[in-house]
């Protein structure tokens, strides 16, 4: 089907009105604002607030503040919450909005004070931890000594001898008593004469001697330990105050969500304003809207004093790109996207491809047991974790992968590989079980790989017709009924006469008259009856490339052998301990590692050749990329939905 017909929207408006009728179009969620095309001079730039730098201090600020209360908050709030129900016009009028910020602000306030008390903390552990040592130590730090000797605190390592210390000052008048010390440090009181302390100090220095950083504090260690032990007792109950309002705050917590999303649907709104035109007086915006929403944005606009129009785009205007496809195939967006969007006004592909892609899948990873935990944990946590739109259509994209592979599991025999032979014949003695015990519906890949390479060429070709019949059904719409009876009419007619080759001998007929519509068609547009003859040669070099294109879907045989093989050889290893206790413990051990791990790279190789199969294949048949997505402008919603 063709992507969503857009309308191009154009809205001419008081000045006054600007915000309300944004936020109007902006609750809508379907009005795509562009830079207003006016250019003749009638209308100034817009002159949109500049507060940009405010709003988005104001959004850093929730998030810190978020970030903070969050660890407070009784509320128990899960991934999957609801969201508030709120008017966000009303929460700026009635002073939540005031009352939010100030939340913010005093938040801050109070993280600034923990980060202070938690370096004033460490401050004085790290004295007091200095200081413990010296607890034996009666005098003052700041003592001098007498008249004539000197008095100083210092320490030594605790792996040097004391003999070693009288050594170093036999002949020096100072004197080294042990007063305290730990097992990382020896604790001394060093007195000397006045004129000796400086050789006493240089001898001890080298064996590794150090004076202590509080050496002239008033008080001796125990008054300094108790003032220390103070200093910190007021901190920990300045902390503990912090924590207890951080706690009352957290119970406000909503406030800060609605002010989140208030903030950041005000900044949409800023920058949406940028793109209008004004005079003092009015405002111009210019948009695009779904054509089926022309309606809804009517009604919207009418209840504004403004004057509006709703008109096709012209032929040199390129509209964005809204793809519109039922529940199945919208999962599948994300895909394509990746890919591009298509062109305005050519075919979306998405649902056909959704189809393949959803066969494809299945014949990729064929496995009973892997898909039912793709279904189980995709599935549940839609359920459980109630995501946004685009986690939505991811997990339930995969979760339908699943379904497929389910299917194609139960064709061909596969659950989680081998697991029912292999837990016959090794875990419970059935003899032979792996070759006698058949689970397949259709054939057993690994047993019949040829049967399989068949199936995924014959997959091969029936997409790659679906992607000539595409195109077919572009052109004839186009009204180009020529080309599309010579460009690909003529290959299905020499495809068919090959496939009844093999039943008929008269089959031959059939594809030389696809060959010889070939040759006289494809030089049709040359004037020259040789170059016409020599370019209905010449594409019969497609042939070429069709050949190449089917031998691609020779992946799905490799990427469905590859699992299958993994699979078994995990089977194997967890079987290998027998029937015993430690056998069983074993086996879950190694199914649970060996088939998660063999799960996520598969799923993660099918996606990758899928989605090339679809990129490469079925899309170079037909697609006409370059489209640019459908963005409307939308309050943010993380937290709150408007009523």
């Not at 009181?189 to 050496?215: I, Q, Y």
């Not at 170059?531 to 594409?539: H, I, Q, R, S, Y």
């Amino acid at each position: 089907m063709a992507v969503v017909k857009m309308k191009k929207l154009s809205v001419f408006a008081h000045k006054r009105d600007a915000d309300k009728l944004l936020h109007r179009l902006m609750r809508l969620r379907c009005v795509e604002i562009k830079q207003s095309e006016i250019e003749d001079g009638s209308l100034s730039p817009g002159d949109a607030e500049r507060g940009f730098a405010e709003i988005e201090n104001n959004i850093a600020g929730a998030v810190r503040c978020l970030k903070a209360l969050s660890k407070y908050s009784e509320r128990k709030k899960g991934l999957g919450a609801a969201r508030i129900s709120v008017r966000l016009d009303k929460f700026r009028s009635d002073g939540s909005y005031a009352k939010a910020v100030a939340i913010v602000g005093e938040t801050d306030e109070i993280l600034a004070k923990k980060e202070e008390l938690k370096g004033a903390l460490a401050k004085e552990r790290a004295a007091l931890a200095s200081l413990e040592p010296w607890q034996e130590y009666d005098l003052p730090f700041n003592y001098s000594g007498t008249e004539k000797t000197v008095t100083i605190p210092v320490t030594l390592p605790p792996s040097v001898e004391e003999g070693k210390i009288n050594e170093l000052l036999l002949d020096v008048e100072a004197y080294l008593e042990r007063v305290g010390g730990d097992k990382s440090v020896a604790c001394y009181a060093l007195t000397a004469h006045v004129s000796a302390l400086d050789e006493a100090l240089r001898r001890l220095g080298g064996a590794g001697m150090l004076r202590v950083p509080f050496e002239g504090a008033e008080g001796n260690a125990a008054k300094l330990i108790a003032e220390r032990k103070k200093a910190i007792a007021s901190a920990e109950r300045a902390m503990d105050e912090a924590e207890n309002r951080l706690r009352e705050l957290a119970k406000d917590i909503e406030y800060i969500e609605i002010l989140y999303d208030a903030e950041n649907t005000r900044l949409v709104s800023e920058k949406a304003k940028k793109k209008l035109s004004s005079t003092e007086q009015c405002i111009h915006l210019c948009g695009w809207i779904p054509e089926n929403e022309s309606e809804r944005v009517s009604g919207a606009l009418s209840k504004f004093n403004c004057a509006f129009e709703i008109e096709d785009p012209s032929e040199d205007e390129e509209p964005p790109v809204l793809l519109r496809n039922n529940f199945f195939a919208r999962t599948f967006e994300w895909v394509l996207g990746m890919y591009s969007y298509p062109k305005y006004g050519t075919y979306d592909p998405t649902f056909i491809m959704s189809i393949f892609y959803f066969i494809l899948f299945g014949l990729m990873f064929a496995d009973v047991g892997y898909g039912f935990i793709l279904v189980v944990g995709c599935f549940g946590a839609l359920k459980l974790l109630n995501p946004r739109k685009g986690m939505r259509n991811f997990l339930a994209m995969f979760g339908y992968c699943g379904i497929s592979s389910m299917i194609m599991g139960v064709l061909f025999g596969a659950y989680f590989g081998n697991l029912p032979q292999a837990f016959s014949e090794y875990m419970l003695g059935v003899e032979g079980a792996s070759t006698t015990m058949q689970t397949a519906v259709l054939f057993d890949p690994m047993a019949d790989p040829m049967s399989f390479l068949i199936l995924s060429l014959a997959m091969g070709a029936v997409h790659l017709i679906a992607g000539m019949a595409v195109q077919f059904y572009v052109l004839c719409r186009k009204g180009q009924w020529i080309d599309a009876f010579c460009d690909i009419f003529t290959w299905w007619l020499t495809f068919a006469g090959i496939g009844l080759m093999v039943l008929f001998p008269w089959g031959k007929y059939v594809a030389l008259a696809g060959v010889a519509s070939i040759v006289l068609t494809g030089g049709r547009h040359e004037k020259n009856v040789i170059m016409k003859l020599a370019k209905g040669l010449l594409a019969l070099y497609g042939a070429v490339n069709y050949v190449a294109d089917l031998l691609s879907y020779s992946r799905i045989l490799a990427l469905g052998l590859a699992a299958s093989v993994i699979a078994q050889v995990i089977n194997t290893m967890g079987t290998m301990g027998g029937p015993s206790v430690m056998g069983f413990i074993v086996m879950v051990l190694v199914f649970i590692v060996g088939h998660l791990l063999n799960l996520v790279i598969n799923v993660l190789g099918t996606f990758v050749h899928t989605s090339r199969l679809q990129y490469i294949e079925f899309f170079g048949k037909f697609f006409e990329d370059g489209g640019k997505p459908f963005t409307p402008s939308e309050p943010s919603d993380k937290y709150t939905t408007e009523q």
